[in-house]
């Protein structure tokens, strides 16, 4: 799979894409048929034929997965749930709010990076990859599909995408009625949002058979480098607030996002999401392959 | 700060500050309003975060009740830029270091009476020298009253020469208000003997008045004027007129002469003030020259020559075909006389046919080569010829004696319909050509003959040939010499250490330029600093 030229200096360069998704191969494996030995095989719901058990009926499910001997037994609508083949759909959800593109768009950048590098792996696998940008709405999509041509339509998106810097605020939520079927979603944001976004990771989780919850900080823009008194405006919102810039405020603005990563952290690992928090420091690499690594424990 | 007057300050008065307009100075009252404008604090630039919450815990306490914001320190520039203008609207003038001193020169022809040594001229110029020598590093600029736009430049000894020189040639008047810049001093040299000079425009009066005059007596000859005897023309008439300047009665003899000696002379006695006129006749010569018996301070006024030579008859070669009646108009004619061909030093030719003129002289050719006829048509003069001058023709009396044809760039002057009777040609020398008939028994008895000769003939010469008077004239009170109101007005005193008042508007305009610049790099560095986030708004 070849990334385009004029998108190479946007996402990661094809060798470290390769590398990654070689790195990866036996975590994006749900299931290995040729391989059982002595190692356990899990058996989850996803897109296949085996029947694994029953559900209640949500909207967005396919009618034909309606179980209508259970239904009328129970007497409300129940789906079926099939046993995810080795081969399964994912949905990359990427946070294109204006939150995104303060201090220099670092996060906005480590976000783009780490949505093509798992759209590369994933596709690398077989898997069928889509792509939902949001904001307060969905800026863009890319319907599910396979191949190394579809990176180059993943690539394409992702590197025509700008968040606005000022005036686009955050809704998950509004990538949750655009999930159909079994998908796998892996959410890429910095959650800064009303109550971390938490309710809006309850709705997806809902509609999805595993759910990554990737947050993105930036260490950096808790630094105002300046001193004196200032207006601190919400990029998203345009609320002002007078403050008096200095280590003191900085500090507590760095202990008030640890807070809220906390948060969120304790809200996925009650939920079974598997929740990584990536400062854009670190390599995108070995920050994605930990977060593979433990999501395999959780999901 | 002392508002401006218009007329310098009395002895000792000290100049700190004064304006031209201080009705601009009322503009000072909007700096409370500017900074009441200001009082909502300084413009707080505007950082954004990702999240607002983040930061909720390091707000800035709110002013407590009571307590007062301090006002934008922008409101100090946009203040200062205000109030420089407002100064510079009212005309600031400062005193100046340097003394600027425009010394105004009486160039009047008594400023050449004679005092004990000198003439009034030297002795003034000298004074002022030694004045100036007392103004440490001053400007000076000399300029006579003769002549005011023109600067004579400093004061050095060949300006002086040339004032000397030039003096009587103008008659002086008061500085024109152009030239009275207040930011200089005007000093005046002069005798007194001209109230006028001291009528300076816009009720400005000279800084200082360098008066020099002692003698209080002169008769002079202001006016000598000449004119042909109407009976004699080789005789002129003149008329001179006799001023006393000064004031005393005084007693002169005239004397009139000649190239060829003294004329006559008669013997006046003059009041005061007084003027008389003299008549005389002399025979015709080039020139004629008046005198005063005795001389007395100001010479250049008691003698006066007048150049005859405008009243001179013009010679005309003729030759043997021309019309009696012709010859006998310019036979009659005051300012022409008959010569023959041969003459050397005739001004005009008249030409009947025999081409014998010189070719270098102006020449009225008269055509006639075939029967006199009637002309067709209306009499037309030239809009050349002015209307006074204009002969009244009557066309039944006109006759043509030969056909004339207008080439490009002729003129005509005369003509019939259609027909041109008198044409000036295009060309080097001056040819007039006519076709009127001067020799028919007919035209002989013409009256208007004499008058189309002197027209013609002045057309030629291109000169006024009847009632021509020479004049030589030293203007009214050139012959003045005693002071008058100026010496009241130089004992009234004036200030001698009076400093002149630079314009410091300029100064203040530049200030208020770096003021603005200040303010526009200011709210350019506001509006980048805040482009980065507003501007970014979808």
Known sequence: MATPALIRGVLPSESELQSFARAAAHLLTERLPHALGSRTVRRRAGVGIQHLDHRDYTAGDEVRHIDWRQTARRRRPIVRRFESESVSDWIILLDASSSMSVHGAAKWHAAVHMAAAMSYALLDHGHRVGLLAFGARVLAECPRGRGRHHYAAIAGQLAALQPARAGERSALGVCARLLHGAASVFTISDFLADDEMCSDLSALLQRCTALHALQVTDSAEMELREAGDFDLVDVETGARMQTRAGEHAETLAAAERAAMTDRLRGFCARSGIAFTDWDVTNPWQHTLLRHLVRAQSIC | MAAHAASPSGPGTIHLLSFAAPIWLSGLLLLPVIRWLHRGGRQRRAIPVSRLELWQRSAASSPAAGERRPPDPAWRRRALLTALLFVALSDPQLPEQRTRITLWID????????????????????????????????????????????????????????????????????????????????????????AALFEWPGDRRPDRIIQVAGVTRNVGLERLSARRNLNDPERYDLLLKVTNGGTAVETRVVAFATDAGEIGSSTLRIEAGASALVNAAIPASPRVRATLQPADALAEDDEIVLDLQPLRRRRVATDSKCPAALMAAIRTHPALAVAKQSTPDVEAALDCGTHGAASDVATLRVLADRLPTRPRGSVQWSATVPASRRIGLDPEGMQIAARLRARPGDDVLLAAGAEPLIIRRAGPVKTLETSLDFGSEESTRRPEIPLLVNLMFEQLLDDRLLDEIAIADRGAGSAMVAPGRAGAIADSGRPSDSRALRNSARLLLVAALLVLLWEMIALGRQWYRSSDFAGARP
């Open chain 2, 107 to 194: 160039d009047s022809l008594s400023m050449l009476t004679r005092e004990a040594h000198r003439t009034r001229m030297v002795e003034g110029l000298a004074q002022a020298r030694s004045l100036l020598a007392g103004v440490p590093d001053a400007d000076v600029e000399v300029r006579t009253l003769g002549d005011p736009w023109h600067s004579v430049g400093a004061l050095t000894d060949a300006s002086v020469e040339t004032i000397v020189a030039g003096a009587g040639r103008k008659p002086p008047t008061a500085p024109p208000v152009a030239l009275l810049r207040g930011e200089r001093l005007h000093w005046l040299v002069t005798d007194g003997a001209h």
